[in-house]
T-cell receptor
Framework: ETGVTQTPRHLVMGMTNKKSLKCEQH?????MYWYKQSAKKPLELMFV???????ENNSVPSRFSPECPNSSHLFLHLHTLQPEDSALYLC?????????????FGQGTRLTVV | AQKITQTQPGMFVQEKEAVTLDCTYD???????LFWYKQPSSGEMIFLIY??????QNATEGRYSLNFQKARKSANLVISASQLGDSAMYFC????????????????FGQGTELSVKP
């Protein structure tokens, strides 16, 4: 059982569809993150949840809606996306309160918007 | 403002040789951590090595070592005895202590360096 699991691994959706990305961590961490990685660009932090509360939203368009029902699960709900939203979406978790702890990442969901 | 800078978009190294990947950072927080991750073509981010701002010695993990020069704000990754499996994207990242409680301890990443190991 891997530490951070993301599903699905690949997703193709139309601009009018609604879909959700799921992330689950089995590490007992109390913070979870969504990152977007577009081709040839650095990772962009989208959302941060700490102790199940959203603590940061980096001005992400409202067509992306995060949900963190508990410390082990994180969702990213998608609706009316644009082709430029095609990217690799990475989920990560870490333990806050300790600056030296690394973030553990899932394998990502490769999203294509057509 | 960009806080992590990786100036080498791509690097080539011969198998079994050492390679240095550059990373510079900017912060006013005296307490911070620096991380290196490897991302193979599969997409997963794999943690390699960590350096704390107060650590007196450079971090080492197997073939990976971190050349930490605090005054110059650089944290270069050195990979010794390169292997074909080292071909991947490498990202430098930073966590500032001040973000831990009010920003969830987020990691900020650099642009990455694509390393290609030649046989």
């Amino acid at each position: 059982e891997t530490g951070v699991t993301q599903t699905p691994r690949h997703l193709v959706m139309g601009m009018t569809n609604k879909k959700s990305l799921k992330c689950e961590q089995h590490l007992g961490h109390n913070a979870m993150y969504w990152y977007k990685q577009s081709a040839k660009k650095p990772l962009e932090l989208m959302f941060v949840y700490s102790l199940e509360e959203r603590v940061e939203n980096n001005s992400v368009p409202s067509r992306f809606s995060p949900e963190c029902p508990n410390s082990s699960h994180l969702f990213l709900h998608l609706h009316t996306l644009q082709p430029e939203d095609s990217a690799l979406y990475l989920c990560a978790s870490s333990q806050t309160g300790r600056p030296n702890t690394e973030a553990f990442f899932g394998q990502g969901t490769r999203l294509t918007v057509v | 403002a960009q806080k992590i800078t990786q100036t080498q978009p791509g690097m080539f190294v011969q198998e079994k040789e050492a390679v240095t990947l550059d990373c510079t950072y900017d912060t006013s927080d005296p307490s911070y951590g620096l991380f290196w991750y490897k991302q193979p073509s599969s997409g997963e981010m794999i943690f390699l090595i960590y350096q704390g701002s107060y650590d007196q010695q450079n971090a080492t993990e197997g073939r990976y070592s971190l050349n930490f020069q605090k005054a110059r704000k650089s944290a270069n990754l050195v990979i010794s005895a390169s292997q074909l499996g080292d071909s991947a994207m490498y990202f430098c990242a930073m966590r500032e202590a001040l973000t831990i409680y009010n920003q969830g301890g987020k990691l900020i990443f650099g642009q990455g360096t694509e390393l290609s190991v030649k046989p």
